[in-house]
């Protein structure tokens, strides 16, 4: 993959991020993807999975790659975001305290990282 192309897909995944955490989730999914098993964090999290394909498939992964990556990425998506609603729920943390936004940051660092290992891999550098 040239620079050019792992830029592209490094933007792509940004914007699909936006677009899935931030102009698309609905309070229903922000509520209830902090309960296991819930719909609406699998609604939320197969959304990203969703928007994620194009991406693959524009960059030109194997097929097999856009299966296994994209699995990857709704199951990794749907368990970080499960698991801040539990540090959150725990702790008790909402908007007010400032232990909630660093747990919101390292929520969304995490899924910046998912994608920066995705290009990686896909770039041939992992």
Known sequence: MDLKLVLWALFAFQLKHFLCDF????KFQVDTKRIYG???????????ALFT???????GASVTAVVL???GEFVLHYHVDWLKGQVDVRYGWTE???MYWVVFGADQLVHQLTYLGIVAYLAGAL
């Open 69 to 71: 990556i994209d699995i």
């Open 53 to 59: 394909l194009p991406i693959l498939i524009a960059v």
């Open 23 to 26: 102009v698309l989730q609905t």
């Open 96 to 98: 007010k305290d400032q």
């Open 38 to 48: 819930h719909y609406g964090g699998f609604i939320h999290s197969g959304l990203h």
